[in-house]
T-cell receptor, first 111, second 114 residues
Framework: QKEVEQDPGPLSVPEGAIVSLNCTYS??????FMWYRQYSRKGPELLMY????GNKEDGRFTAQVDKSSKYISLFIRDSQPSDSATYLC???????????FGPGTRLSVLP | DAGVTQSPTHLIKTRGQHVTLRCSPI?????VSWYQQVLGQGPQFIFQ???????GRGNFPDRFSARQFPNYSSELNVNALLLGDSALYLC?????????????FGSGTRLTVV
């Protein structure tokens, strides 16, 4: 079992749809949970991060962490064509010694 | 303020050759991490340097090495290149040896080995 798993996609949705992106993980030591967005031929950029369990909202984006299930999600409301990118979940322990990315989900939002 | 800069942006090398990739972190950032991203996969951790000392190493062969200079810039060296080393090499800088949420990534160096 890989340490972090993510639906590979690709995922295609119409503009305005609600998008749900998910990751599962196996290492219970992970405490920081991040979502990065990566446009083609660019480096990843941090969208949101959450510490431990709970929800966090930032504009159209909501991150959820359920440590009991080892499951994290990113929701995008009112999706826009500019949201088309690869979304990477990432997580680390408290000490930054183990920072791991998921394989990414490619999202296309169609106008 | 400049972000993380990486050079070169693209590179084509032949199997068996050596390559050096360079990274300049954001001003004031003391930690640099290197990642390899193969097409269609997430970035894989190669090295982390903080205050010029190696603080972490991923599961990569000894052909991969790195160093950090007094001005906190960094080099990644890969010897005896293999076709499988073809990838996007990403550099991330952070203020300290952080937990990942403080990382800023450069746009990467795309290495093609033929």
């Amino acid at each position: 079992q890989k340490e972090v798993e993510q639906d590979p996609g690709p995922l295609s949705v119409p503009e305005g749809a609600i998008v749900s992106l998910n990751c599962t993980y196996s290492n219970s030591a992970f405490q920081y949970f991040m979502w990065y967005r990566q446009y083609s031929r660019k480096g990843p950029e941090l969208l949101m991060y959450t510490y431990s369990s709970g929800n966090k909202e930032d504009g159209r984006f909501t991150a959820q962490v359920d440590k009991s299930s080892k499951y994290i999600s990113l929701f995008i409301r009112d999706s826009q064509p500019s949201d088309s990118a690869t979304y990477l979940c990432a997580m680390s322990d408290n000490y930054g010694q183990n920072f791991v990315f998921g394989p990414g989900t490619r999202l296309s939002v169609l106008p | 303020d400049a972000g993380v800069t990486q050079s070169p942006t693209h590179l084509i090398k032949t199997r068996g050759q050596h390559v050096t990739l360079r990274c300049s972190p954001i001003s004031g950032h003391k930690s640099v991490s290197w990642y390899q991203q193969v097409l269609g996969q997430g970035p894989q951790f190669i090295f982390q340097y903080y205050e010029k000392e190696e603080r972490g190493r991923g599961n990569f062969p000894d052909r991969f090495s790195a160093r950090q200079f007094p001005n906190y810039s960094s080099e990644l060296n890969v010897n005896a290149l293999l076709l499988g080393d073809s990838a996007l090499y990403l550099c991330a800088s952070s203020l300290t040896q952080g937990q990942g949420y403080g990382y800023t990534f450069g746009s990467g160096t795309r290495l093609t080995v033929v």
